[in-house]
């Protein structure tokens, strides 16, 4: 993927993690970035166009895939964290996280696929989660390892356009989702520029920081279901 004139939308992009996608995007040499978010932000840059966009409104997202359709890159960034128990928590808070973690980035794969073949394939780049090889309780991350097949699937049918889809995996990273929990942090520009970077490089998986490298490597050592030394 040639970052250098793209056009690019990015989701969730008034996060942490969604503004550094923005900033290095144009940094980059993007020639326009639609900034999608459930709010408005003033971005102060004319390469920007703001989008509102909630992944999990079909109208919005149907008008995303308006308003873009002279994308190249799609960058599924939005998340949620969702409820801490699949057991005791409300079953539509479970469904919601995964409107917004699975099915949300999936609608906007196939909205904008076509206008990606127009543009002679171009990329999708999919943020994934180190606990998309971890279970842990609750809703969030069942529903990012679900995103995670989901990219290796997508890979599989966008291959034939000549698309390229990046699933980019990361520990806890220094945003705002992760304000409250006291734990160590990536900075959220060095997990972009290495998720950027494997994009560049046309990669199909991004282990973005040191944490996912350490998971990767160890699920490599898995035999019947136990890691073995």
């Known amino acids: 993927m040639d970052i250098n004139g793209s056009v690019a939308v990015v989701t969730g992009a008034s996060g942490g993690l969604g503004r550094e996608f923005v900033r290095q995007l144009l940094d980059r040499g993007a020639a326009k970035v639609y900034a999608g978010a459930r709010r408005e932000v003033d971005w102060d840059d004319a390469r920007v166009v703001p989008l509102l966009l909630d992944v999990t409104d079909e109208e919005q ?3 995303a895939v308006d308003v873009a359709s002279d994308v190249t890159l799609l960058v599924n960034n939005a998340g949620a964290t969702g409820p801490r128990s699949l057991l005791e928590a409300p079953m539509d808070e479970i469904r919601a996280t995964f409107e917004t973690n699975v ?7 196939r909205g904008f696929a076509p206008a990606l073949a127009k543009a002679g394939g171009g990329a999708v780049l ?3 989660s180190v606990l998309s090889w971890l279970a842990t309780p609750g809703a969030y991350s069942p529903s990012k390892a679900a995103f995670w097949g989901l990219t290796n699937s997508v890979r599989l049918e966008l291959a034939g356009q000549g ?4 699933g980019a995996h990361l520990g806890y990273t ?9 734990v160590a ?8 520029a290495r ?6 490089a046309g990669e199909d998986e991004s282990q973005a920081d040191e944490t996912a490298r350490t998971v990767r490597a160890a699920l490599s050592t898995l035999t019947t279901g136990r890691f073995t030394s």
């Open 174 to 182: 220094d945003t705002p989702m992760t304000a409250a929990l006291d």
């Open 61 to 63: 997202v149907r008008a």
């Open 103 to 109: 099915f949300g980035p999936l609608a906007l794969v």
């Open 163 to 166: 698309t390229q889809v990046l």
């Open 126 to 128: 999919d943020v994934h």
């Open 195 to 200: 998720i950027l970077d494997d994009l560049a």
């Open 185 to 192: 942090k990536g900075d959220p520009a060095d997990v972009v």
